[in-house]
Structures are given as C-alpha cells and as structure tokens.
Nanobody, 119 residues
Framework: QVQLVESGGGLVQAGGSLRLSCAASGRTFSMLTMGWFRQAPGKEREFVADIRRSGGGTYYADCVKGRFTISRDNAKNTVYLQMNSLKPEDTAVYYC????????????WGQGTQVTVSS
C-alpha cells in the first residue's frame, strides 16, 4: 500500500502564502491520482484539489480556485499544494490522499498537517 506523509503546515497571516508537501512511498506514484483534502473543527472533511499523473489535469474546489495550485514531482514521489491569498476560513488540518485509477475512491491517506490562518 501507499504511505503518505504531509509537511509544511504552520501559522500564517491572512493574505499570506504557504506550501504543503506530501511524500509518497512506492514505485507506482507516477500512476496515482493525488488529492488534497481538509477538515476544520466540527466540520466534515472536504475536497480541495487533485492532480492526475504526468500529462493529466488538475481540478479545484470552487472555494480555492484561483488561490491554490496543486503540482507534483514524480521523480521525488511528492505532490505539492501552493496556497496563496490565505483566508481564516482556510484554517484546517490538510490531508494528502491517493487513488489508483480506475478506482474512484481515495484509498490511502496521510496523517495530516495543521494550517492556521490568523485574521
């Protein structure tokens, strides 16, 4: 199975930027669709963005579109989430997830990294 480890979370002021990283194990990383999700206290986990293997596309939730950018480096088995123009409502634990097409559900999840945006 795929092991995922997130990093890069922290405290940032509103309007600032932060870059999250997710390191994945396994020889099949380049074949995986990778996603970012987040969960705020008292709320359900929500989708943020995903990216398909090299040559594939990206997709963003409406609430982050234009502010966040997802990317990947297959040589490093790593996916990134560049977050700009951060808002207090972006505060949450951010999780990295992976799925292997043609499976539709994300089967592998990281431990999460805390992102806190102060007003």
């Amino acid at each position: 199975q795929v092991q995922l480890v997130e990093s890069g979370g922290g405290l940032v002021q509103a309007g600032g930027s932060l870059r999250l990283s997710c390191a994945a194990s396994g020889r099949t990383f380049s074949m995986l669709t990778m996603g970012w999700f987040r969960q705020a206290p008292g709320k359900e986990r929500e989708f943020v963005a995903d990216i398909r293997r090299s040559g594939g596309g990206t997709y963003y939730a409406d609430c982050v579109k234009g502010r966040f950018t997802i990317s990947r480096d297959n040589a490093k088995n790593t996916v990134y989430l560049q977050m700009n123009s951060l808002k207090p409502e972006d505060t949450a634990v951010y999780y990295c997830a992976a799925r292997l097409p043609p499976l539709q559900n994300y089967e592998n999840w990281g431990q999460g990294t805390q992102v806190t945006v102060s007003s």
